[in-house]
């Protein structure tokens, strides 16, 4: 399994913008791709978006509206998610996750590996 630590969470008034990152521990870091969930308190896991192991390819929630990008850096072990806009619904922990496989599965139990979570708060 792939160890994951993700970074840049906190608090942003709504419009606001916050960049998460993903660390990977693993060395074969392109072997993976890597997606974004988030939990709001009271509902349930639900996707974000993932980027595929050579970063041709990504996915997107609908509800992001072109909101939210994401950008992978195999040389650094780092996926970065990169959100502008953001409205107080945005207010969840959100966790990234490591998939062995190749394309860009959105459903929960394609991947192997979780991140302990990181808090995303957006309030005025």
């Known amino acids: 399994q792939v160890h994951l630590v993700e970074s840049g969470g906190g608090w942003v008034q709504p419009g606001g913008s916050l960049t998460l990152a993903c660390k990977a521990s693993?060395?074969?870091?392109?072997?993976?791709?890597i997606g974004w969930f988030r939990q709001a308190p009271g509902k349930e896991r639900e996707f974000v978006g993932c980027?595929?192991?050579?970063?041709?390819?990504?996915s997107y929630a609908d509800f992001e509206k072109d909101r939210f990008d994401l950008i992978r850096n195999n040389a650094k072990n780092t996926v970065y998610l990169k959100m502008n806009s953001l409205e107080p619904e945005d207010t969840a922990t959100y966790y990234c996750?490591?998939?062995?496989?190749?394309?860009?599965?959105?459903?929960?139990?394609?991947?192997?590996?979780w991140g302990q979570g990181i808090q995303v708060t957006v309030s005025s």
């Open positions: 996750a490591a998939a062995h496989q190749a394309g860009t599965p959105t459903e929960a139990a394609s991947y192997e590996s």
């Open positions: 980027i595929s192991r050579t970063a041709g390819r990504t």
């Open positions: 693993e060395q074969i870091f392109s072997n993976y791709g």
